[in-house]
């Protein structure tokens, strides 16, 4: 349960997605997520990422795909601090 008073980490929150879906005869099979960032590389972090939010919705780590893109070609743009 995700308490009031407090920003719940992303963990949390998937946690909880992945309860009320099994409260509803529901369940997460596989999520395919986009990251949209000008840095870090994610490439290295990929599979430690795909492990947590596997373990935390309850599917395997191989229904999870994530990927990255940046801003480039779109309309909006962060200017980044050095």
Do not use: Y
């Amino acid at each position: 349960m995700i308490s009031a008073g407090r920003c719940p980490s992303s963990i949390e929150i998937l946690r909880h997605v992945a309860t009320i879906a099994a409260q509803k005869n529901a369940r997460v099979v596989n999520v395919d997520a986009t990251l949209l960032a000008e840095a870090p590389k994610i490439s290295p972090h990929v599979p430690a990422m795909q492990e947590k939010i596997a373990a935390a919705l309850g599917i395997r780590s191989d229904a999870l795909s994530i990927k990255a893109t940046t801003n480039e070609g779109s309309e909006q743009s962060g200017v980044a601090k050095e």
